[in-house]
């Protein structure tokens, strides 16, 4: 990748999200084990955190495991969170001395515990980082967060402490998990399926969508840079009419 920079105030995305799809038809078509997909996904993720901060993109969300991953065979699950406790047993040092934050989002509760022990250590240690937000989604769905959002303002209007005509979009948006981090300009999923699959559906409300090809386990800095160079070409309305020509 060259030296070009194309941070938000370039015309850049400020939020790049996406969703890692592909890593066990990469292995299929290899005829190897699934498991040496989401290992060779893991090095992706390196390849994607470096590019993101080369092009001075300010937030980073990966789908690495979503609420329903959980249905998967239990040997696959075993491997995808022995991967997981390895990253953040061996990167944590890295990406705390690269100026990284890391904030996961998710159900916790269904993570062992010895990971969600090592989740919160990171998420301490790595606080006051700016160069890049980087949020990883785990046992992450979409519309439960949705769900669990309702369900606390509807609380607070049984208890009296809010009224149901103070309810709006940015009050209901402090309520997500996201809370804190602006909605993401550009989605990217790669694999060539073309579907949200219960990813931020509240905060992908207006997001550019990029598919790719590519499996998850080949995509790399160069196909980061071609979906932001593709963002910097389209014409963001959010619902308005285009400009006449």
Not at 98 to 121: F, K, S
């Amino acid at each position: 990748m060259d030296d070009t920079c194309f941070s938000s105030d370039r015309g850049g995305p400020r939020h790049v999200a996406v969703i890692m799809d592909g890593n066990g038809r990469w292995a299929n078509a290899r005829g190897m084990p699934r498991t040496l997909g989401h290992r060779q996904g893991a090095e992706a993720v390196r390849r994607c955190i470096t590019g993101a901060m080369e092009l001075g993109i300010p937030f980073l969300t990966l789908f690495g495991f979503s609420s329903e991953n959980w249905r998967r065979p239990v040997s696959e699950v075993t491997d995808l969170m022995g991967l997981l406790r390895r990253f953040l047993q061996s990167e944590l040092a890295e990406i705390h001395k690269n100026g990284i934050r890391l904030r996961v989002i998710g159900d916790r509760t269904r993570l062992p515990d010895d990971i969600a022990r090592l989740i919160e250590d990171a998420e301490s240690r790595t606080r006051d980082n700016r160069r890049l937000n980087l949020t990883i989604a785990l046992s992450y769905g979409g519309r439960q967060e949705i769900a669990e959002a309702a369900r606390r303002l509807a609380l607070a209007v049984r208890d009296g402490d809010l009224q149901p005509e103070e309810i709006d979009e940015d009050l209901f948006s402090q309520g997500l998990l996201t809370a804190g981090i602006p909605d993401p300009d550009l989605l990217i999923r790669t694999s060539g399926e073309q579907r949200l699959s219960n990813f931020l559906l509240w905060q992908a409300a207006y997001s550019e969508l990029i598919f790719v090809d590519k499996l998850w386990p080949d995509f790399d800095e160069s196909d980061l840079l071609a979906a932001v160079e593709e963002f910097r070409r389209r014409d963001r309305r959010y619902g308005a009419a285009a400009e006449s020509q």
